[in-house]
């Protein structure tokens, strides 16, 4: 059974660091896209940013700020966000992408974790 498990989240006050990571079982990831999505109450679910194989991108609003790795020993990936801001809240997804295609659309997406949530204060 595959499994995404996100952790790390939690409560920060702004302009703070919080580092995520999404543990991956039943499968290996190596060759596929990792992406995290985040949806805030309300609204659409998001991309935040993908990685594949050593390739990384980024949604505009996190660019610079957040930043994607992967350990493939560990079938782990990870979402380091720094300079956090209000506007960052929501539940964050770890999701993977067996095709590595579309990876901007949640729809392109197979497997996901069931979320952590990030709350900055200000």
């Known amino acids: 059974q595959v499994q995404l498990v ?3 989240g939690g409560l920060v006050q702004a302009g703070g660091s919080l580092r995520l990571s999404c543990t991956a079982s039943g ?6 896209t990792m992406g995290w999505f985040r949806q805030a109450p309300g609204k659409e ?3 935040v940013g993908s990685i594949t ?6 949604a505009d609003s996190v660019k610079g700020r957040f930043l994607i790795s992967r ?9 380091q966000m720094n300079s956090l801001k209000p506007e960052d809240t929501a539940v964050y997804y770890c999701a993977a992408n ?3 295609t579309n990876y901007k659309s949640p729809l392109a997406y197979n497997y996901w974790g069931r979320g952590t949530q990030v709350t900055v204060s200000s």
């Not at 194989?53 to 980024?58: L, P």
């Open 45 to 47: 679910r998001n991309f």
């Open 6 to 8: 996100e952790s790390g």
């Open 71 to 79: 350990d493939n020993s560990k079938n782990m990936v990870y979402l």
């Open 98 to 100: 067996i095709r590595n």
């Open 27 to 32: 499968r290996s990831f190596d060759r596929n």
């Open 53 to 58: 194989g050593t390739y990384t991108s980024y």
